[in-house]
């Protein structure tokens, strides 16, 4: 793993197309499974179910993957290109584990591959049991360049869409969403025929829109000038109540209101957390401080960025005897803790990523406009964005002069930074990256990114301008700055 130049990040190993070689592919989930066989959750003859997204490179890397199924002793179920939460939920479902050949946002020259066991994600404690696996590479099955010799093809598409379609339909009733024109944003993601599908089977009038065969790295964090524009095009066309969306695996959704206004994650979060009821809320330390400014929520507990993190403190929750938690990501993915009563009986929980449980819980909210529903949260505005070519190590150097060496250096680097901006910071929380908050509650959140050479900066004020005004001269502030 060391060598291959794909490494763990904070939704499983991801790297460049051409570091991710069917030997490296291939390694990595006999290491995967050769630690679940320790822990007593694959055997001989046992089923893993893969999926992927629509990533050029992800049917070779499925092919890899399926053999090495193989090779271990499994039986590789093939559930074909669906999002990534149906797949867990249908290997949930049957207590097997799984994995998902997907690079989420990134670019196309990336991918990635994300692991479950049999009932949940693997987390980083997973980890290092996973990394010290010794893999046994049979002589032959791979030429120089570590392509697989004679690929076997993938067996016959068992489906995951049906059950994931159905899930919500149940939840909230076939004519929940009647009278309402909805536009589809389809664009390169794996889900945008099942989004289609369910919202249609809720009664809406569906428009699809922007669909693209090429690979578009949608982040629902830092969308791009152009999805913006088409946005607020379309609304303008089309006279939509809503236009929805999902990243590129289909795990984090992205909503616009009626004037084509894109929703922050984390805000869609909170509504969404609010509508099911829910008592702890677990939500990374970059989210919205809306959530606890809000007092709707018995607990609020914030951990690092990352999917896996957020599920560790939720399973803690419901440990501690929690009765209904949820969790989201400040990308909008929403992950349900603990399961909830539904129109046709109680939905299951499902503690990974999703992008259609908080599209559909605004959706079919009583207000008759998504715009409405926010005028009750307190006006708390985020923004984040990214300078890309930030490697890895940039990132290590920044934060370790930000908050490294002695008071003078690290206050020197501090006011190098932030001075400028916003003042001396009144406090610094180190959680994940340098998070600081200054007067008048605004914030600069610096990390570096787990799937990507990149630096993310989100920041937070009382206005929307002020936030990405913010964000904007933190970012260029960095840029200008000597990484020694």
Same mark, same amino acid.
């Given at each position: 793993m060391a060598a291959s130049g794909v490494a763990f990040g904070t939704s499983g190993a991801r790297g460049l197309v051409s570091a991710m070689t069917d030997r490296v592919c291939y390694g990595y989930t006999a290491g995967f499974l050769g630690y679940l066989s320790e822990q007593g959750e694959f055997a001989v003859g046992g089923e893993v179910a893969l999926a992927g997204d629509l990533r050029p490179s992800t049917p070779r890397i499925l092919a890899a993957c399926a053999q090495a199924v193989r090779d271990c002793g499994g039986v590789p179920v093939f559930c074909g290109y669906v999002p990534t939460p149906a797949l867990a939920l249908f290997a949930f479902g049957r207590g097997i584990p799984s994995l998902m050949v997907t690079g989420s946002h990134i670019p196309a020259d990336r991918n990635g591959i994300k692991f479950y066991r049999a009932a949940g994600e693997v987390l980083k404690s997973d980890e290092a049991g996973?990394?010290?696996? $010794?893999?046994? *590479?049979?002589?032959?099955? =791979? !030429?120089?360049?570590?392509? #697989?010799?004679n690929p076997a093809p993938l067996p016959p598409v068992s489906d995951a869409e049906t059950a994931y379609i159905a899930r919500y339909i149940d939840h909230f009733g076939p004519g929940a969403l009647a009278g309402?024109?909805?536009?589809?944003?389809?664009?390169?993601? /794996?889900?945008?025929?099942?989004?289609?599908?369910?919202?249609?089977? #809720?009664?809406?009038?569906?428009?699809?829109?922007?669909?693209?065969?090429? =690979?578009?790295?949608? %982040?629902?964090?830092?969308?791009? +000038?152009?999805?913006?524009?088409?946005?607020?095009?379309?609304?303008?066309?089309?006279?939509?109540?809503?236009?929805?969306?999902?990243?590129g695996d289909s795990d984090r959704p992205l909503l616009a209101d009626e004037t084509g206004t894109w929703l922050r994650g984390d805000v869609l979060g909170i509504v969404c957390a609010a509508s099911l009821g829910a008592t702890s809320v677990?939500?990374?330390?970059?989210?919205?401080?809306?959530?606890?400014?809000?007092?709707?929520?018995?607990? $609020?507990?914030?951990?690092?960025?990352?999917?896996?993190?957020?599920?560790? @403190?939720?399973?803690?929750?419901? +440990?501690?005897?929690?009765?209904?938690? $949820?969790?989201?990501?400040?990308?909008?993915?929403?992950?349900?803790?603990?399961?909830?009563?539904?129109?046709?009986?109680m939905t299951r929980a499902l503690p990974t990523?999703?992008?259609?449980?908080?599209? *559909?819980?605004?959706?079919?909210?009583?207000?008759?406009?998504?715009?409405?529903?926010?005028? %009750? #949260?307190?006006?708390?505005?985020?923004?984040? %964005?990214?300078?890309?070519? =930030?490697?890895? %190590?940039?990132?290590?150097?920044?934060f370790g002069q930000l908050t490294g060496g002695d008071d003078a250096a690290r206050i020197a680097m501090q006011?190098? #930074?932030?001075?400028?901006?916003?003042?001396? @910071?009144?406090?610094?929380?180190?959680? !994940?990256?340098?998070? @600081?908050?200054?007067?008048?509650?605004? /914030?600069?959140h610096l990390r570096g990114s787990g799937n990507a050479p990149e630096l993310r900066c989100y920041t937070e004020a009382e206005s929307e301008a002020e936030a990405a005004a913010l964000n904007a001269q933190a970012l260029r502030v960095v840029s200008t700055l000597r990484i020694t």
């Open positions: 996973i990394s010290r696996q $010794v893999i046994q *590479l049979s002589g032959g099955r =791979f !030429d120089s360049a570590g392509a #697989l010799a309402k024109r909805i536009g589809v944003y389809q664009h390169s993601a /794996v889900g945008r025929d099942v989004l289609a599908r369910i919202l249609t089977g #809720l009664g809406a009038e569906v428009v699809l829109l922007g669909r693209s065969e090429v =690979f578009v790295p949608v %982040d629902t964090e830092a969308i791009r +000038a152009e999805d913006v524009a088409l946005a607020h095009g379309w609304a303008a066309e089309y006279r939509f109540d809503a236009i929805v969306s999902t990243d677990v939500t990374p330390v970059s989210s919205n401080s809306a959530v606890e400014a809000c007092g709707q929520f018995a607990r $609020v507990v914030r951990t690092r960025i990352g999917s896996p993190y957020v599920i560790a @403190a939720m399973e803690a929750e419901l +440990a501690a005897g929690s009765e209904r938690v $949820v969790g989201y990501e400040a990308n909008g993915g929403f992950l349900l803790g603990s399961a909830i009563a539904g129109q046709a009986g990523r999703d992008a259609v449980l908080p599209i *559909l819980a605004v959706l079919a909210a009583r207000s008759p406009r998504v715009s409405a529903q926010l005028a %009750d #949260l307190p006006p708390r505005f985020t923004h984040s %964005d990214r300078l890309t070519r =930030f490697p890895p %190590d940039w990132s290590a150097q920044l006011t190098a #930074l932030f001075g400028a901006i916003a003042g001396p @910071a009144e406090a610094v929380d180190l959680t !994940d990256g340098v998070r @600081a908050r200054f007067a008048g509650g605004r /914030v600069i």
